[in-house]
């Protein structure tokens, strides 16, 4: 099982979560009542809707995290899952992101900001390795 599979299958048990189709039509995603919250698209990469307000708030922190790539101007953050405690701070990022998106429903005329992933997000050499 991989770290991601690992972290969906924790994420899915959450009562504000539901698994559903991703809007870029790759892998797995999980959304709240009123937003997508998180794309799966690999075994170790996550894209997290953390919304542009909470990236601009946290992006100090986030910038300073090996296991996050921020892309300019995109609302999502994307994770490198390797190991338990990157799976730790998606569980907390996660939490930023429902916060983030409660109480502002998602309209049907505006589709979701595309996530990172046809961005073609490439984490450090570092980082790289299979999940």
């Given at each position: 099982?991989?770290?991601?599979?690992?972290?969906?299958?924790?994420?899915?048990?959450?009562?504000?979560?539901?698994?559903?189709?991703?809007?870029?039509?790759?892998?797995?995603?999980?959304?709240?009542?009123?937003?997508?919250?998180?794309?799966?698209?690999?075994?170790r990469l996550v894209d997290l809707h953390l919304s542009t307000r909470m990236i601009q708030h946290f992006e100090n922190h986030l910038s300073h995290s090996s296991?996050?790539?921020?892309?300019?101007?995109?609302?999502?953050?994307?994770?490198?899952?390797?190991?338990?405690?990157?799976?730790?701070?998606?569980?907390?990022?996660?939490?930023?992101?429902?916060?983030?998106?409660?109480?502002?429903?998602?309209?049907?005329?505006?589709?979701?900001?595309?996530?990172?992933?046809?961005?073609?997000?490439?984490?450090?050499?570092?980082?790289?390795?299979?999940?």
């Amino acid at each position: 099982m991989t770290t991601a599979s690992r972290a969906l299958a924790q994420l899915a048990a959450w009562p504000d979560l539901t698994e559903a189709r991703p809007s870029c039509g790759t892998g797995r995603a999980l959304r709240s009542a009123t937003a997508e919250i998180a794309h799966f698209h690999s075994g170790r990469l996550v894209d997290l809707h953390l919304s542009t307000r909470m990236i601009q708030h946290f992006e100090n922190h986030l910038s300073h995290s090996s296991a996050i790539r921020l892309v300019p101007g995109s609302h999502w953050a994307t994770l490198s899952l390797e190991c338990d405690s990157d799976i730790d701070l998606l569980m907390t990022l996660v939490s930023v992101a429902l916060q983030a998106h409660q109480g502002r429903p998602d309209h049907d005329a505006a589709p979701p900001p595309p996530c990172n992933g046809h961005f073609g997000v490439v984490l450090a050499p570092e980082r790289a390795g299979d999940g």
